[in-house]
C-alpha cells in the first residue's frame, strides 16, 4: 500500500497514526514531554512512544499529558548499543509497568563521562564553551551531541546544526569523542527483563551490506528481538522493502517511527507517519502479543 494515495490514507486515519520513536527534553528533543503530547494530538496522531536517548525521566509528565488530551500514549527508551555503525534499539513499555531497563544508569554514566571529553576537545579547538552551559541547555534531561550543537550555533560559530555534525561532532572529526555503549545481546536482554518489548531503530544506520543481514538479525531474534523499525525518515523506499522482507523472513513486527526531535531536527515533522507509513493501532496489539 502506498501511503500517499489518498484512498489509503483514509484507511490508515481509520486504522491511527501511530509513531512509535519521539524524543523530548529528557534527552536532545526540544518539546517537553507535555508538548510533544499536546502537539502530537493537533496533528492527528493516535499513539505516540516517547523513547528518549538512555532515559526514562520525562515518560510520567507525558503519559499525565497523554491522559488529559486522550492521546494513547506509550512509554519507551531508545538504547545506544556497541557497533561499528551506528546501533540503536528502543524497548516500549506497552503495559504501563513500574520496571525500568537496569541497563540506563550504565549507559548515562557512558554519556556523562564522554560529554566530558567534548568539552575539553571544544575548548582546546578553541570554541567557548563551559560545562554550566551544557548543563543548562540541556535542562536537566540526558545531555547529547545536538546540545553541543545548538550552543555553537548559537555563539554564531555555525550557521545550523548540521553544520557543526558535519565539521566538528560527526564521526571522525576533530571534537568526536567515543561513547561506550551497551552490548547489543545484553540490550535486548535489558528491555526483555524489565517485559518491556525490544525493537531495533532505524536498522540503515547500522551500516551492514545486504548479504550480511540474516546473520546479523538471527542473532538478535534469537536472544528476543520482537520489532523492527522498517519506517524512518532515514529509510527511503528501497531499504523500507528490504527490511520490511527481512521483518517477515524473521518473524519480527515492523513498526513507524518519525524519530522526532523538534527544532532539533527541523525536517522531520510531528506527523510525519501520516504520510510515510501505513501502520495503523494493530501494531501495538502485534507487539503486545510478543511480550516476553
Ligand atoms: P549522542 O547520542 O549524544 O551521540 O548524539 C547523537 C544524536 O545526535 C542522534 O540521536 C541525533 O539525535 C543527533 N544527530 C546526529 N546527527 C545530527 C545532525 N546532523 N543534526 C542534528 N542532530 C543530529
Ligand atoms: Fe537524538
Ligand atoms: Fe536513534
Ligand atoms: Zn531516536
Not at 24 to 53: N, Q
Request: net charge negative; aromatic share 6%; hydrophobic share 40%.
Amino acid at each position: 500500500m502506498n501511503a500517499s494515495n489518498p484512498d489509503d490514507r483514509h484507511e490508515v486515519s481509520f486504522r491511527g497514526l501511530v509513531d512509535l520513536h519521539c524524543h523530548s527534553t529528557a534527552s536532545d528533543g526540544s518539546f517537553s514531554p507535555t508538548e510533544l503530547a499536546e502537539a502530537a494530538i493537533k496533528s492527528g496522531l493516535s499513539t505516540v512512544a516517547l523513547t528518549d536517548h538512555d532515559t526514562v525521566e520525562g515518560v510520567s509528565e507525558f503519559l499525565t499529558a497523554c491522559h488529559r488530551v486522550e492521546l494513547q500514549g506509550l512509554g519507551g527508551v531508545e538504547l545506544s548499543l556497541e557497533h561499528i555503525g551506528t546501533m540503536h534499539l528502543l524497548g516500549l513499555n506497552i503495559d504501563g509497568l513500574s520496571t525500568v531497563p537496569a541497563a540506563l544508569e550504565e549507559l548515562q554514566a557512558f554519556r556523562r563521562e564522554r560529554n566530558k571529553h567534548i568539552v575539553d576537545q571544544l575548548n582546546q579547538l578553541g570554541y567557548q564553551i563551559s560545562w554550566e552551559e551544557v548543563l543548562s541547555e540541556s535542562g536537566g534531561g540526558q545531555i547529547g551531541r545536538p546540545h553541543f550543537a545548538s550552543i555553537l550555533v548559537r555563539k554564531g560559530y555555525f550557521k545550523n546544526l548540521d553544520m557543526v555534525f558535519n565539521i566538528l561532532l560527526g564521526r571522525g572529526c576533530p571534537a568526536y569523542a567515543h561513547k561506550r555503549r551497551l552490548d547489543p545481546i545484553k540490550g535486548v536482554k535489558a528491555i526483555i527483563d524489565a517485559g518491556w518489548v525490544p525493537i531495533l531503530a532505524h536498522p540503515v544506520t547500522i551500516g551492514l551490506t545486504p548479504p550480511r543481514w540474516p546473520d546479523f538479525l538471527r542473532a538478535l531474534v534469537e536472544n528476543g528481538l520482537v520489532g523492527l523499525e522498517i519506517y524512518h525518515p532515514r529509510h527511503n523506499p528501497e531499504t523500507t522493502a528490504f527490511f520490511a522482507k527481512l521483518a517477515q523472513k524473521f518473524g519480527l513486527i515492523p513498526t513507524a517511527g518519525s524519530d522526532f526531535h523538534g527544532l532539533n531536527k527541523p525536517h522531520i515533522p510531528l506527523d510525519w507517519v501520516k504520510t510515510n507509513s501505513h501502520l495503523g493501532r494493530e501494531t501495538i496489539e502485534l507487539l503486545r502479543a510478543r511480550r516476553s
